[in-house]
């Protein structure tokens, strides 16, 4: 048989509700504290549901008490001050709670030089080192450079790729494939 419990406020009181169908008078006790709730409901000879909550806040005891229903068991808590709950009960002090504290500001700028810095650092091997390597050479290069490395490129397949435009500027540039393999030109 499956047990729970919930709970809902309003301004004077916290209810919590045990759900649990045809409980009688004597399976169930409940002790209200000024600040902690103990609810012990026997289900049958073996099998006992308990709740024992430390509240968020304190509560009038003596104004607060429970009713048996048909379906469920329904504490009502009137509470010490009209203050709004976050949570039924208080929450463990002991651990340290990250988002009780105010965050540092960011500073976008110091991250951001480190993010570089690390990226810099950062040593890409095979084919990824040669590609950087053409970036970075294409990225520092005047603008002759740049013009020189992408027709020889571009005229060459792919296959030729030189720095020095006063060698490649005024003639064109020659498929030259790696030793051992054939350059084939695609009909399209």
Do not use: C
Request: proline share 3%; no cysteine.
């Amino acid at each position: 048989m499956g047990i729970r419990h919930e709970w809902f406020q309003n301004e004077q009181h916290v209810t919590v509700t045990i759900f649990s169908k045809g409980l009688t008078e004597d399976q169930v006790e409940i002790k209200i504290g000024e600040q902690n709730l103990a609810a012990n409901v026997r289900i049958d000879s073996n099998t006992d549901y308990t709740l024992n909550l430390i509240l968020q806040h304190p509560v009038n005891a003596a104004k607060s008490g429970y009713k048996i229903f048909k379906t469920k068991v329904e504490i009502k808590l009137m509470k010490a001050t009209a203050t709004r709950w976050d949570s039924l009960e208080q929450k463990d002090t002991s651990v340290d709670d990250p988002s009780s504290h105010q965050r540092k500001p960011i500073d976008w700028n110091r991250l951001e030089a480190q993010i570089k810095k690390e990226e810099e650092d950062e040593k890409p091997e095979g084919d990824a080192a040669l590609n950087q390597l053409f970036q970075k050479i294409y990225a520092d290069g005047s603008d002759e450079t740049k013009r020189a490395m992408i027709k020889s490129f571009q005229e060459s397949g792919g296959t030729v790729l030189s720095t020095n435009w006063s060698d490649i500027g005024s003639k064109k540039v020659e498929v030259k494939p790696p030793d051992g393999m054939e350059y084939k030109k695609w009909d399209s």
